[in-house]
C-alpha cells in the first residue's frame, strides 16, 4: 500500500470550487434573512416593555400608572 499525495490547485480547473463557494453564499444570505426576522420580531414585541422597565428604574421611581398616562 502506497500513499498518494494530491495537491489541491487554485484555479478554474477545480470542478466544486463554484458551488461550495455559492453554497456558502445561500447559507449566509438565509441565515442573514433569518437573524433580520427574528431581530424584526424581538425588536417590535421588545420595546415598549423595555421603555417601561427602564422608566421605573429611574432616578424618580414613578409608579406604571404615571409612565402609561399621556399627561
Known amino acids: 500500500m502506497s500513499s498518494r499525495i494530491t495537491l489541491k ?3 478554474k480547473s477545480v470542478k466544486g470550487a463554484k ?3 455559492k453554497s456558502r ?8 434573512t433569518w ?3 427574528k ?13 417601561i422597565i427602564i422608566g421605573m428604574n ?3 421611581k ?3 400608572y404615571q409612565l402609561l398616562s399621556p399627561v
Not at 25 to 32: G, I, T
Open 58 to 60: 429611574s432616578d424618580p
Open 35 to 37: 437573524a433580520m426576522k
Open 62 to 64: 414613578p409608579q406604571l
Open 9 to 11: 490547485t487554485k484555479g
Open 25 to 32: 453564499a445561500d447559507c449566509l444570505k438565509e441565515w442573514s
Open 39 to 51: 431581530a424584526k420580531v424581538i425588536t417590535h414585541y421588545g420595546f415598549i416593555p423595555l421603555v
Open 19 to 21: 458551488d461550495s463557494e
